[in-house]
């Protein structure tokens, strides 16, 4: 079955670290991705997204992340992070080529707190 | 304002009293979709919709139903609820397949 998997459900980091997180897929064909974040009592927001083109997209609030097509990955990084961006981050991919277009699949999350 | 709207956004209801979440989009989106958000489980795809009047299956659709009769409408139907809907709903809409979803708030349904 297709599946998008987040390596870490959990990760706490101290201000000014560098933020990675982990996103693999199943799909063997084309794929749109995507990373949500959703702040504490509210409702996702896109940060960044990848279509086509250069596989390193960059998305609001400094992050960025990395399309590797052999890798089947989408990992989401930021270099410095900040006590704002405690929140949970959700991968997603859709499946542009099979019989299940228009299926969004959505990782389990990851929540990241930041400490001051 | 760009919006996708969700009513109610609370509700506590007992097993087996029917009720629907209404979902309303302002942008002219074509796609359309229900969400359910678990703990541990992330964001699961309830129904989906490409256009009016042509809906399909998410990963979970038992014990749901939606129509689109309209395109900016998508109401999510539960017919008989049951504790295990207990639940947060997001509707979520986009220009067309594989765009980038807009979320609701979010709807917080509770069934005792």
């Known amino acids: 079955a297709q599946s998008v998997s987040q390596h870490n459900h959990h990760v706490i980091l101290s201000e000014a670290a560098s933020l990675e997180l982990g996103c693999n897929y199943s799909?063997?064909?084309?794929?749109?991705l995507f990373w949500y974040v959703q702040y504490p009592g509210q409702h996702l927001q896109l940060l960044l997204k990848?279509?086509?083109?250069?596989?390193l997209v960059k998305g609001i609030k400094g992050f960025e992340a990395e399309f590797i097509k052999s890798k089947f990955s989408f990992n989401l990084r930021k270099p410095s992070v900040q006590w704002s961006d405690t929140a949970e981050y959700f991968c997603a991919v859709i499946d542009m080529t099979t019989d299940s277009w228009g299926k969004f699949q959505f990782g389990a999350g990851t929540q990241v707190v930041v400490t001051p | 304002e760009a919006q996708v709207t969700q009513n109610p956004r609370y509700l506590i209801t007992v097993t087996g009293k029917k009720l629907t979440v209404t979902c309303s989009q302002n942008?002219?989106?074509?796609?359309m979709s229900w969400y359910r958000q678990d703990p541990g489980l992330g964001l699961r795809q309830i129904y989906y919709s490409m256009n009016v009047e042509v809906t399909d299956k998410g990963d979970v659709p038992e014990g749901y139903k939606v129509s689109r009769k309209e395109k900016r409408n998508f109401p999510l139907i539960l017919e008989s609820p049951s504790p295990n809907q207990t639940s947060l709903y997001f509707c979520?809409?986009?220009?067309?397949?594989?765009?980038?979803?807009?979320f609701g708030e979010g709807s917080w349904l509770t069934v005792v």
């Open positions: 979520a809409s986009s220009l067309n397949v594989g765009n980038t979803i807009y």
């Open positions: 942008m002219n989106h074509e796609y």
């Open positions: 990848y279509f086509s083109g250069d596989p």
């Open positions: 799909y063997g064909g084309t794929v749109n």
